[in-house]
């Protein structure tokens, strides 16, 4: 091998991020999703956002109980 394995392989990376994108795109996501509810009063903003996240954990679960495999469907790549 021309290079080491500690600069390529998952299994001697880190658990620290480092690069902060996925960070930001969870945040964003998690934001424009209760854009809505935000101008509410806090418990009335707090039980929505509760009832969203449970509602997107049950259609989750329901989705991955319908996998055939121990792993989620493959999606072709971009053209």
């Given at each position: 091998?021309?290079?080491?394995?500690?600069?390529?392989?998952?299994?001697?990376?880190?658990?620290?991020?480092?690069?902060?994108?996925?960070?930001?795109?969870?945040?964003?996501?998690?934001?424009?999703?209760?854009?809505?509810?935000?101008?509410?009063?806090?418990?009335?903003?707090?039980?929505?956002i509760r009832v969203w996240l449970i509602t997107r954990i049950v259609e989750k679960r329901k989705f991955c109980?319908?996998?055939?495999?121990?792993?989620?469907?493959?999606?072709?790549?971009?053209?």
């Open positions: 091998m021309s290079k080491s394995p500690k600069h390529w392989t998952k299994a001697v990376f880190g658990c620290q991020s480092k690069f902060d994108m996925v960070d930001n795109n969870i945040c964003e996501a998690f934001n424009s999703s209760i854009v809505e509810v935000r101008y509410k009063s806090i418990i009335t903003m707090l039980e929505e109980k319908s996998w055939k495999q121990n792993y989620g469907p493959v999606k072709k790549g971009r053209k």
